[in-house]
């Protein structure tokens, strides 16, 4: 009897780490857009980065973080979506999600300025910082 109810609860592991595995890869293969651009956002100094694929579907992957005020205040920048005017400008929008510091430190949610996809970087002034930012098309 004993041997019975080890051998059922094998069984029944084994089937549940089976469907665990079959779920988490499903769902990790279920983006279907392919990517247009990439992209990327450099602090030259003290600050972030944050950057990844630019999705046909608008989508963003990748991510980022956040350092200032000499660690006072740390985030984590997660990528949400991403336009293109008719001049073909494009802006990324992310959310940040403070970690250290007050609360009300950065805004909730940041957008990039409109650029063009150059595959070179181009220096701007982000937050007050000097940055770096390129967008590069996907051919």
């Known amino acids: 009897m004993r041997s019975v109810r080890k051998s059922l609860v094998s069984i029944v592991a084994g089937a549940a780490v089976a469907f665990g595995m079959v779920t988490t890869l499903g769902a990790s293969k279920a983006r279907s857009a392919n990517p247009e651009y990439t992209w990327n956002l450099v602090a030259l100094g003290q600050g972030g980065w944050i950057g990844g694929p630019l999705f046909e579907d608008g989508t963003v992957g990748g991510g980022g973080a956040i350092s200032l005020n000499n660690g006072g205040i740390l985030a984590r920048l997660d990528p949400t979506d991403w336009t293109e005017d008719d001049d073909g400008n494009i802006t990324v929008c ?13 805004p909730a949610s940041l957008c990039s300025p409109p650029t063009q996809p150059t595959g070179t970087p181009v220096h701007l002034d982000f937050l007050g910082i000097d940055h770096e930012f390129r967008i590069t098309e996907i051919r």
Request: charged content about 30%; aromatic content about 8%; cysteine-free.
């Open 94 to 106: 992310f959310d940040v999600n403070i970690r250290k510091g007050p609360a009300d430190a950065l």
